[in-house]
């Protein structure tokens, strides 16, 4: 049972890039669930398609698909505008489509480090700088990037999700100070490992992650639901005074350093 009242978001309209699976897609759905109008913006029309009418049916909330690519700025500007013109405002954006693949980084080709970089540091400016255009330079809203910790120490094999990630994290700094006055909130929040995610069963399979989850002080991984949640107070009026806030979610695995240990044995 949700610890928030199923009508916090009503009347606010939130979009979501990467918003077909994953983190991005839990954090939809809670905003649904609380009242909120969707747009699910990804590169693959048929993830976000099928999420967005998923999301319709289960909390009978308004939620729309658009594919575009956040490395394309174009692509982006369309999208802000499409939700904009079917659902009348943006309130919130929440910037969570990334790229990540475990790579030794002697091994790691300009191209795939470009990419993530690409995807997820720029990717994320261009929906911002997009929103602020379109419609939170003159109405404020609240922006909300998912970050990682990746590179809060030097994790083995991750250099080009750790670079970006540490983009996000000063961007929603920056922004958090020049925004701010525009009544434009910008935080981020950082995941640990995320045992339910694709990208967690990819990277931290069978042992691994079991020895991961060992190592997290609260003694697991966390969820999809634990990342909704925290989302769902920063974007809401309870978090008004939360700006440029970089907040881990990892049960306090990053304060150990074992995060570290368990991917080199990854290489």
């Known amino acids: 049972m949700s610890p928030f009242r199923t009508d916090l978001f009503a009347g606010r309209v939130a979009l979501l890039t990467g918003g077909g699976t994953g983190i991005t897609r839990g954090i ?50 369309v999208a802000v505008a499409y939700a904009v013109k079917e659902l009348g405002r943006l309130d919130i954006l929440v910037n969570g489509a990334a ?48 970050s990682a910790t990746l590179h809060y120490g030097g994790t083995p094999g991750q250099v080009h999700v750790a670079a970006a990630k540490a983009a996000v994290d000063a961007l929603t700094r920056t922004l958090a100070v020049e925004w701010g006055p525009l009544g434009i909130r910008s935080n981020a929040i950082a995941p640990g490992p995320i045992g339910d995610t694709e990208g967690a069963k990819r990277l931290f399979p069978g042992e691994v992650g079991e020895r991961i989850a060992a190592a997290v002080p609260i003694q697991r991984l966390g969820t999809i639901a634990d990342i909704a949640a925290l989302a769902l107070f920063v974007l809401s009026d309870a978090g008004a005074n939360l700006n440029g806030a970089i907040i881990p979610s990892d049960g306090g695995l990053s304060l150990r350093g074992i995060f570290d240990q368990a991917f080199t044995s990854r290489l």
Request: charged share 20%; hydrophobic share 40%.
């Open 99 to 146: 790229g990540n693949f475990p790579c030794p980084s002697g091994d790691l080709t300009p191209n795939g480090f470009g990419t993530v970089i690409d995807i997820d540091a720029k990717g994320t400016f261009n929906a911002c700088r997009a929103a602020y255009h379109a419609w939170m330079r003159e109405h404020g809203g609240s922006i909300l990037n998912i």
């Open 28 to 77: 939809a759905e809670m905003l649904a669930a609380h009242g909120a109008e969707t747009v699910l913006v990804s590169r693959k029309a048929e993830h976000v398609m099928s999420a967005a009418t998923e999301i319709e049916q289960t909390f009978k909330r308004r939620s729309l698909g658009f594919a575009a690519d956040v490395r394309q700025p174009e692509s982006l500007e």
